[in-house]
């Protein structure tokens, strides 16, 4: 297990990557994501972050902290509501037009909304995976373009990827809300599996951050609205909450050390090893595979959960999956990957 020694330690050497590193948090206005921003801001040496979410006021307040922690960098704060796939591709053009590499793509964005948006999907759906594959498609050629850290992360709940219905995978999870979190789990990391074979160059994690106290949910309606009080009544009693201090520490080791290294090494793996760790193994089972996915301690998934995923891409479920998130794209934005 990697210990919060270890990640500290590995996070104080954040200032040895190279100077304007490029972030984009989605999703980073509030909660984990919000927090490991901030923290990558007080370590990274002049980085240009952009923050992507619906709130100003939030935005603000975040970039006043980031501002006093590290008035050497920049932080930009784009207002839009990327639930809407043509809203995320806006977002990208515009930041694209701006910079021309990332570093890291960290990604956070979700709810407890199961109304479909003007496009069609069920918000608590596409925000934890279309969404985040599509910002992760349309920013690969930057994050390639970037040197010394090369990285997309996804905070959701990896380690928990369960039985998938490949019959309906855009609404299994309005319909079964009780066998969603492992439906929507192994489909973020099965494209990102995908993803990984179509960018060796670039590394990506889907992570689980554990029980930590955050705003999340709070845009819920109707009957989620019942479910989050049950969470926030029920969870003390069969939860261990780790504090966002404690959170932000582990989610920046997993955004930026070399333990998570693309699947062809190269000069994108980030905060070198310490004496004593070792690269992670990946989804797939091998040691360095370019996609990973960790527990809240950044440590690889279980056995079971590795040789279920292995079933899904022999089975083809892995293409198929990924036909129907790059058709989903299209059929809204119009755009082919």
Same mark, same amino acid.
């Given at each position: 297990?990697?210990?919060?020694?270890? *990640?500290?330690?590995?996070?104080?050497?954040? @200032?040895? &990557?190279?100077?304007?590193?490029?972030?984009?948090?989605? +999703?980073?206005?509030?909660?984990?994501?919000?927090? @490991?921003?901030?923290?990558?801001?007080?370590?990274?040496?002049?980085? &240009?972050?952009?923050?992507? +979410?619906?709130?100003?006021?939030?935005?603000?307040?975040?970039?006043?902290?980031?501002?006093?922690?590290?008035?050497?960098?920049?932080?930009?704060?784009?207002?839009?509501?990327?639930?809407?796939?043509?809203? #995320?591709?806006?977002?990208?053009?515009?930041?694209?037009?701006?910079?021309?590499?990332?570093?890291?793509?960290?990604?956070?964005?979700?709810?407890?909304?199961?109304?479909?948006?003007?496009?069609?999907?069920?918000?608590?759906?596409?925000?934890?995976?279309?969404?985040?594959?599509?910002?992760?498609?349309?920013?690969?050629?930057?994050?390639?373009?970037?040197? !010394?850290?090369? /990285?997309?992360?996804?905070? =959701?709940?990896?380690?928990?990827?369960?039985? =998938?219905?490949?019959?309906?995978?855009?609404?299994? +999870?309005?319909?079964?809300?009780?066998? %969603? /979190?492992?439906?929507? %789990?192994? $489909?973020?990391? $099965? *494209?990102?599996?995908?993803?990984?074979?179509?960018?060796?160059?670039?590394?990506?994690?889907?992570?689980?951050?554990?029980?930590?106290?955050?705003?999340? !949910?709070?845009? @819920?309606? +109707? =009957?989620?609205?019942? #479910?989050?009080?049950?969470?926030?009544?029920?969870?003390?009693?069969?939860?261990?909450?780790?504090?966002?201090?404690?959170?932000? #520490?582990?989610?920046?080791?997993?955004?930026?050390?070399?333990?998570?290294?693309?699947?062809?090494? !190269?000069?994108?793996?980030?905060?070198?090893?310490?004496?004593?760790? #070792?690269?992670?193994?990946?989804?797939?089972?091998?040691?360095?595979?370019?996609?990973?996915?960790?527990? %809240?301690?950044?440590?690889? *998934?279980?056995?079971?959960?590795?040789?279920?995923?292995?079933?899904?891409?022999?089975?083809? @479920?892995?293409?198929?999956?990924?036909?129907?998130?790059?058709?989903?794209?299209?059929? /809204?934005?119009?755009?082919?990957?």
């Amino acid at each position: 297990m990697v210990t919060l020694s270890v *990640a500290q330690a590995s996070n104080a050497s954040i @200032a040895t &990557l190279p100077s304007g590193m490029v972030a984009v948090f989605v +999703g980073g206005t509030s909660g984990i994501g919000g927090h @490991a921003l901030k923290s990558f801001a007080e370590h990274a040496r002049s980085p &240009l972050i952009y923050l992507v +979410g619906r709130s100003q006021e939030a935005a603000d307040i975040i970039i006043s902290d980031c501002t006093k922690r590290n008035p050497d960098g920049r932080y930009i704060f784009i207002q839009s509501d990327v639930s809407l796939l043509n809203n #995320v591709v806006q977002v990208c053009e515009r930041i694209l037009s701006e910079t021309k590499t990332i570093n890291l793509l960290f990604q956070s964005q979700g709810g407890l909304q199961i109304d479909k948006t003007t496009e069609g999907l069920c918000k608590a759906y596409v925000l934890p995976v279309t969404s985040r594959i599509l910002f992760s498609l349309r920013l690969l050629p930057a994050l390639q373009r970037a040197t !010394g850290l090369k /990285r997309v992360v996804s905070v =959701f709940a990896a380690g928990y990827e369960g039985p =998938f219905d490949e019959s309906d995978w855009a609404e299994y +999870g309005s319909k079964h809300p009780i066998g %969603a /979190r492992g439906h929507m %789990a192994s $489909m973020i990391t $099965m *494209a990102q599996n995908t993803l990984a074979k179509r960018a060796p160059d670039v590394s990506f994690i889907h992570n689980y951050p554990g029980a930590v106290k955050t705003n999340f !949910g709070k845009d @819920a309606k +109707g =009957f989620m609205v019942a #479910v989050r009080t049950a969470l926030v009544l029920l969870g003390p009693l069969f939860l261990k909450y780790r504090s966002v201090e404690e959170s932000s #520490v582990v989610q920046l080791y997993g955004a930026t050390s070399a333990a998570f290294p693309p699947a062809n090494g !190269g000069a994108g793996a980030g905060v070198p090893l310490s004496e004593g760790t #070792v690269v992670s193994v990946g989804a797939d089972g091998r040691p360095g595979s370019g996609s990973y996915n960790l527990d %809240a301690m950044c440590e690889r *998934a279980s056995d079971a959960v590795e040789r279920r995923l292995a079933e899904a891409k022999e089975s083809g @479920a892995e293409d198929r999956l990924w036909a129907h998130i790059v058709g989903e794209i299209k059929e /809204r934005t119009g755009q082919d990957y």
